[in-house]
């Protein structure tokens, strides 16, 4: 885990990291109570997939943006 995830207490900052190495949607909720301590909030792999689908229209929107104007 990169030193950064260690000192935060922001759920969100873990959810990315978590999906993009390979965590499934259904295991989301054990291993954040690992990381996070046993009264870690519990996801269901539906926010888990909502929550994906949000990450990829924003990877979209990103690799669609606008860049005539830069160097």
């Known amino acids: 885990?990169?030193?950064?995830?260690?000192?935060?207490?922001?759920?969100e900052e873990f959810l990315p990291w978590l999906y993009l190495r390979g965590i499934s949607t259904g295991d989301f909720s054990e291993t954040l109570k690992?990381?996070?301590?046993?009264?870690?909030?519990?996801?269901?792999?539906?926010?888990?997939?909502r929550l994906k689908q949000d990450w990829e229209q924003d990877y979209q929107d990103w690799t669609r943006r606008d860049l005539s104007q830069k160097r």
Not at 1 to 11: A, F, G, H, S
């Open 1 to 11: 885990m990169p030193p950064y995830l260690k000192r935060t207490k922001n759920i």
């Open 34 to 49: 690992h990381l996070l301590g046993p009264e870690a909030p519990g996801l269901s792999a539906a926010t888990i997939s």
